[in-house]
């Protein structure tokens, strides 16, 4: 099994940037696909970004895309979220993801392993 431990979670304005970070411990991290989620109150866990095991492809909804750029480095067993021009509707709970299907980046059903989750507060 892969852990996963997300940091870099913090109060920003809108219209400000944050990254998340996600360490992975256990096995080979370019094992499994990787992605992020969040959850606000009250709503349902929303999918927000995925990318390959490579790193060659990634996946955003149309609500993060040409804001968020997920990446990967491989040899720190880590995976970011560069989250930029950041609106106060991002305000949620971010979590990180692992898959075993290594080039899953469309399918949240297959996404089985889960961080603790870091809050995002954007004040407007």
């Known amino acids: 099994q892969v852990q996963l431990v997300e940091s870099g979670g913090g109060l920003v304005q809108a219209g400000g940037s944050l990254r998340l970070s996600c360490a992975a411990s256990?096995?080979?991290?370019?094992?499994?696909?990787m992605g992020w989620f969040r959850q606000a109150p009250g709503k349902e866990r929303e999918f927000i970004a995925g990318?390959?095991?490579?790193?060659?492809?990634?996946y955003y909804p149309d609500s993060v895309k040409g804001r968020f750029t997920i990446s990967r480095e491989n040899a720190k067993n880590t995976v970011y979220l560069q989250m930029n021009s950041l609106k106060p509707e991002d305000t949620a709970v971010y979590f990180c993801?692992?898959?075993?299907?290594?080039?899953?980046?469309?399918?949240?059903?297959?996404?089985?392993?889960w961080g603790q989750g870091t809050q995002v507060t954007v004040s407007s």
């Open positions: 993801t692992a898959s075993m299907l290594r080039n899953n980046i469309y399918d949240r059903s297959k996404y089985g392993y």
């Open positions: 990318i390959t095991w490579s790193g060659d492809y990634t």
């Open positions: 256990g096995r080979t991290f370019a094992d499994y696909a």
